[in-house]
């Protein structure tokens, strides 16, 4: 059956039994006759107190907080009920695959799930036999990745593997930087140009782009367009904004279920250790290898981070994310280093310090007055993968425990620094 103009609204499901395109798609194993059944979905237009109610359901996200009786956290978490609903809105309100326009998810002010501060993350929800246009210029950035999803976290009940990735650098790039992609499920007659095929499955196009020198990297400008698609744009019926109201209250929980209950998962292994992990399976970037795993100290102490560095590796980094796997502040602290911002040691080896006050070297990763929380690093496209140690030391022996020779960073030299990292990070392109 051919595309509409919307996506299939509630009503539509009580009229016909044919698998009309969902932007939400149903449960795995679920027919259509059975989630009318089991809708509680108005067929009705949303009521300001019905949706009121519906969004009184937030706070089941608490149930996934690893320490629901720390004040302060529990504070943080309420606080971030009110960014999922600003998040999930930008996935759910700004989604079309009809009329598909690339939208951040993730940036310094959506910080869930930690993303990752190198990254600027882009979106646009796709069907996969729809027919689209991807354009715009290269820019200068270490590397741009186009990776296609069969399913969207905290949009979908259970998000879906990739089905694609693509390196923007293996495209025919014009002088000027220009590029030109089309996706679609078999290639366009006549046209000769780049093209990628769509699984049938494809429901996404997100877009991952690499900056590790934040103040003199260009980042790259696209857009996308759906080319069999209707040229013309009509409002949403009621009961499609009706269901998207609904699917926007159950948001926080469902996005809490898988990243901030990820936080209590890391419990099963030692606190100050780090296990290596794929996310592949849920969105992460394929040939990236994760090591995540939580960290705490006290008052007067620090943790030392050290490892080996890949021989060969196409990007690199660290990061530190608070207690609901929220990356913390990174473009008003130095809570990250990739691999131009650190300074490794003449061994070759990369040493950073986790401390709630500035231990006074290079490679700083600050907690911002937090003592405990999740270290997660990144390598990609790597010879190897290999596995920090973390150490808990007091503050005043750190120098004991480094290189000689290690830098010393005074007040001046450090300010200097975080609003060079601050300047950057309000470079990079966002949007």
């Known amino acids: 059956m051919p595309s509409t103009p919307f996506a299939t609204t509630r009503r539509a499901f009580t009229t016909t039994t044919l698998a009309l395109p969902l932007l939400f798609p149903r449960a795995a194993g679920a ?135 693509i390196d923007l650098d293996t495209l025919t790039i014009g002088k000027d930087g220009s590029f030109s992609l089309i996706l679609a499920p078999e290639r366009p007659e006549g046209y000769t140009g780049d093209f990628y095929q769509l699984d049938p499955n494809a429901r996404t196009v997100g877009i991952r782009e690499a900056s590790y020198d934040w103040i003199n990297e260009v980042d790259s400008t696209m857009a996308i367009e759906r080319l069999d698609g209707p040229a013309t744009y009509h409002r949403w019926p009621i009961d499609e904004i009706a269901y998207r109201l609904e699917r926007l209250a159950g948001f926080p929980e469902r996005y809490a279920k898988l990243f901030v209950h990820f936080v209590q998962t890391l419990r099963q292994n030692p606190v100050n250790t780090v296990t290596l992990n794929d996310w592949a399976s849920i969105g992460g970037l394929k040939d990236q290898t994760y090591y995540e795993g939580l960290f705490e100290f006290a ?77 997660q690093g990144r390598w990609y496209q790597a010879s190897s993968a290999p596995h920090p140690t973390i150490k808990r030391i007091k503050l005043s022996e750190l120098r004991a425990h480094l290189p000689t020779g290690t830098p010393v960073v005074d007040e001046a030299t450090r300010k200097e620094r975080l609003l060079e990292r601050f300047r950057g990070a309000q470079f990079r392109k966002k949007w």
């Open 31 to 165: 027919t259509i006759a059975k989630e009318i059944a089991m809708s509680q979905s108005p067929a009705v237009p949303m009521d300001w107190p019905r949706f009121i109610e519906l969004i009184k359901g937030v706070d089941k996200t608490l149930e996934y907080v690893i320490d629901p009786q720390d004040a302060w956290l529990k504070q943080e978490a309420i606080q971030q009920m009110a960014m999922s609903l600003a998040q999930g809105y930008m996935a759910i309100f700004h989604s079309d695959p009809q009329h598909p326009v690339f939208y951040t998810f993730l940036n310094p002010i959506i910080k869930s799930a930690a993303p990752n501060p190198d990254y600027m993350y882009r979106s646009s929800f796709i069907e996969g036999h729809g027919t689209y246009r991807i354009s715009g210029k290269r820019g200068t950035t270490l590397f741009v990745h186009i990776g296609i999803g069969s399913g969207y976290i905290g949009v979908d009940d259970v998000p879906g593997p990739s089905v694609g990735d």
């Open 299 to 375: 008052e007067g102490e620090c943790l030392l981070l050290e490892t080996d560095v890949p021989e060969r590796v196409r990007y690199w980094q660290v990061l530190l994310a608070d207690q609901l796997f929220n990356s913390i502040e990174w473009d008003k602290c130095q809570s990250s280093l990739n691999g131009f911002q650190a300074q490794r040691d003449r061994d070759g080896r990369f040493r950073a310090v986790i401390c709630n006050v500035d231990p006074g070297v290079p490679n700083w990763l600050d907690t911002a007055g937090r003592f405990k929380g999740v270290v």
